[in-house]
């Protein structure tokens, strides 16, 4: 009589290997560890590390050890196969087969893109000059540590957080920054205008230079093809020897793109990540639901869970988007915002203003529920006030008391389990 031989568990490939992809991975592996056989390409030749904390090691605070997340032990301990320094370039769908650049063909039974985004560079000319950088990964990082060395005027192109973040890294490396932005307040997306005035004067105090209301027109470089200024679009000029973009980012879809799967500015997906091919899924940078763009690791995170719950068959979470938050990663500054902070007619204001410490709060209020907070200076509220908006709870019980934060507030018997008010 013949043996029966178990079948081969099927095959789980990842198209990358960020944070989005590999915390996929670990929520999988909480769910159902031996279901697949599963393999990750990733283009970069180390494991998965701490994205969000590259400035620290562009500040010389942290180094790329200290932010390492998953080491290459911990694919080979979960037997998980790791194509490290390999680029994907092509999928076939119909043989479910994925092409690497080294010519290897690694055959998926279910795929997962998480390609992430790519950064944006201004198509000013002398945009492709030597010691033109950005700022996205560890190789970017150890670019910019290195020109630290040899060069001491740098520029930073875009005042939000990527930028902000890099022109601090850089001054801490002895540069002189100068930070050049079109808008007339800094993190413009993330700020209001009290507490952007507040953050560029910590930051023109710490050395850093800002150039407001600016718009590049060209990058100047010499006969060796290296930046030697920019040039901008009012008629003045800016010596420097080196110049970061942080312009922001797309999503990186061009593979996603060569093999027919549906995109407009991301990978389409539905609420458990799944594109239109079902064997397909996307998460993170790259995709687009319900025409949503993500750039912050929190979403991206929620998005892993989903999908991991998905791909484990279990079938009881879809994604739904929530509130967000944002903090600035500078060392002795502390900035946070949350959720919907505009003003407008239907909503009421509450502000705090301490013009010594240079402490300032926001509050946005809309049917008695909290749905926007903006925080400088003293930020320790900062989750508690996010977990009201998030889950929506009804303040009206404390709130003559909410500006001065939670260990302020005394809420009246039971007056936590109120319903929201409609």
């Known amino acids: 009589m013949k043996a029966i031989t178990e079948c081969s568990k099927p095959k789980l490939v990842f198209v990358g290997n960020g944070m ?55 694919y080979r301990h979960h037997g998980i196969t790791f194509y490290k320094g390999e680029q994907a370039t092509a999928i076939n769908r119909k043989q479910r087969i994925v092409s690497t650049a080294s010519g290897k063909q690694i055959p998926y039974d279910r795929l997962v893109l998480a390609t992430g985004s790519v950064p944006f560079r201004i198509p000013v000319p002398g945009h492709d000059l030597k010691n033109v950088l950005t700022f996205r990964d560890i190789k970017d990082v150890n670019a910019m540590l290195e020109l630290t060395q040899q060069k001491q005027r740098a520029a930073v192109i875009g005042g939000g957080l990527l930028g902000l973040e890099a022109a601090n890294g850089l001054r801490k490396q002895g540069m002189d920054v100068t930070v050049v932005h079109t808008a007339d307040t800094l993190l413009n997306r993330q700020l209001d205008a009290t507490s952007a005035r507040l953050l560029q004067k910590s930051l023109r105090a710490s ?3 800002f150039l407001m209301n600016t ?42 793109k060569s093999c027919g799967l549906h ?21 993170g940078e790259c995709v687009q639901h319900r025409g949503q763009l993500f750039g912050l690791v929190a979403p991206t995170f929620e998005q ?8 484990a068959e279990m079938g009881i979470a879809r994604y739904i988007p929530k509130a967000q938050a944002t903090q600035l990663k500078i060392t002795g500054i502390h900035a946070f915002s949350a959720g919907q902070f505009k003003e407008t007619d239907d909503n009421q204001v509450i502000t705090y203003f301490d013009t010594e410490l240079d402490h300032y709060k926001k509050l946005v209020i809309k049917d008695n529920k909290l749905v926007g907070a903006v925080l400088y200076g003293d930020t320790q509220d900062g989750g508690w006030f996010f977990d009201l908006i998030q889950q929506q709870t009804n303040i009206n019980p404390i709130r003559d008391q909410l500006i001065f934060g939670k260990d302020f507030c005394q809420w009246p018997t039971q007056a936590e389990n109120l319903p929201a008010a409609a």
């Open 304 to 311: 892993a869970r989903v999908c991991a719950n998905h791909l």
């Open 20 to 74: 989005a992809g590999t915390r996929t991975i670990e929520e999988l592996l909480k769910l159902n560890a031996d279901k697949y056989d599963i393999s990750v390409i990733g283009e970069e030749h180390i494991g998965n590390y701490n994205r969000i904390m590259l400035s620290p090691v562009l500040a010389g605070e942290k180094t790329i050890e200290n932010i390492m997340l998953n080491d290459e032990d911990w």
């Open 263 to 283: 995109c407009e500015k991301g990978i389409l997906v539905n609420d458990v990540m799944q594109t239109f091919d079902p064997a397909i899924y996307a998460i």
């Open 215 to 256: 718009a590049t027109d060209s990058i100047q470089g010499n006969e060796l093809g290296e930046v030697t200024g920019l040039r901008f679009k009012d008629g003045s000029s800016l010596q420097v020897d080196m110049v970061v973009m942080a312009t922001g980012v797309t999503p990186n879809i061009g593979l996603a």
């Open 207 to 209: 050395g850093i230079h």
